[in-house]
């Protein structure tokens, strides 16, 4: 089965939620179980699932990123790029920036 290698960033606090590593290579099948290609929610549900043990919460808010994180698809915002929809490509650099911060 085909993979994809996507790079993904974590900055603006973020970090901290992933030991303090801001960039990783994710490895994720080209299709999901279904035939259906793999998608940005895809691998939004793979950090989720396989890197995080706790505060899950402040990454994910339901079926999507939670509110004031700002997400890169390739340097271009993912409201133009079909947000969850987007089909990833092989070599994708995904970033998650979060807008929030204590005080």
Known sequence: MATLNINV????GMELLFDNVRK?????????EGGQPA???DLIFYIRDKMMTEKKDLF???DTVRPGILVLVNNVDWELCDELEYELQDKDEIV???TLHGG
Do not use: N
Request: hydrophobic fraction near 35%; avoid cysteine.
């Open 39 to 41: 998608k940005l929610q």
């Open 9 to 12: 960033e974590f900055s603006g």
């Open 24 to 32: 990783h290579t994710i490895s994720l099948p080209a299709q999901t």
């Open 96 to 98: 998650f920036i979060s």
């Open 60 to 62: 994910v808010d339901g």
